[in-house]
């Protein structure tokens, strides 16, 4: 895939939006084009646009208002389906989110008192999330929640074999499934994101890796009825409406 282009609204951001392109291979663009996807950064927000008739709204994260914090303070809390599955009944264990994507589900963990790991490697998704990270940083009822947070712009499969740092109880994994019938997505601009980051074809590779370093347990979000990641059997399923939690303790 391409390197996306990222357009600086105005000269203010001129040195943060080079210098995100120099870090993570964006293209500097002079002006939005007219069809296919961006990055806009302006004194707000990193966003991922989609562009042409009809497209999609923009993409950001953003932990302080909307979806995530609504969820932080109706969604459920420990009975979630990624709380249970992540083992919270029985405390906050540290967990290492090896496909953070928006870093929505470890969110919730990180509300819950969990500290985190967030592992990515699609640059788009890893420079969204740093965006969405430092502007709650600054906020003082979700700042002490995303100091709980720490982001890795890598490839698990190399972190999980190579692992440094404290040796996670859980970890999680939610690769992007080959999706066929894209309606099923839950929102249109989650579109533009599968289609800038692509599905993750390799994701059986992660599981092994993955049960070698954990030392509690492994959660693997999928879809309700894909098959299980790599064809290995979990010994604890959490069924949802839309999706499941497939556990290897
Ligand atoms: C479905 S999204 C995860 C969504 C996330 N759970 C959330 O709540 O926002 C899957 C993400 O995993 C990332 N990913 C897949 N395989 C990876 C790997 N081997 N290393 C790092 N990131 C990976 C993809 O780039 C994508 O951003």
Not at 162 to 172: F, S, T
Request: one cysteine or more; hydrophobic letters at 45%.
């Amino acid at each position: 895939m391409n390197p996306l282009g990222l357009y600086c609204v105005t000269a203010d951001q001129a040195s943060h939006g080079r210098e995100l392109c120099e870090r993570y291979g964006f293209v500097w663009l002079e002006a939005l084009p007219e069809t296919g996807h961006a990055l806009r950064l302006d004194a707000e927000r990193l966003a991922l646009l989609s562009l042409g008739r009809g497209a999609p709204g923009p993409v950001w994260v953003d932990f302080v208002a909307g979806r995530a914090d609504w969820r932080r303070r109706h969604g459920g809390g420990r009975g979630q389906g990624v709380a249970k599955a992540c083992g919270l009944k029985n405390g906050t264990p540290r967990v290492l989110d090896a496909t953070a994507g928006l870093g929505r589900d470890a969110f919730v963990l990180a509300s819950l008192g969990c500290h985190l790991d967030l592992v990515e490697r699609s640059p788009v998704a890893a420079a969204l999330l740093e965006d969405g990270l430092a502007r709650a940083a600054a906020d003082a009822e979700v700042g002490p929640i995303v100091a709980r947070m720490r982001l890795w712009h890598r490839d698990a499969a190399s972190a999980l074999a190579d692992w440094h740092g404290e040796r996670p109880e859980v970890i999680y994994l939610d690769p992007m499934f080959p999706e066929k019938n894209k309606s099923a997505l839950s929102k249109k601009e989650m579109q533009a994101f599968q289609t800038v980051i692509g599905p993750d074809l390799d994701a059986d590779a992660l599981l092994a890796p993955a049960r070698a370093l954990a030392n509690s347990r492994v959660a693997v979000k999928r879809p309700r009825h894909a098959p299980w990641l790599a064809g290995v059997e979990p010994g604890l399923v959490y069924q949802g409406d839309s999706v499941r939690y497939d556990v290897y303790l």
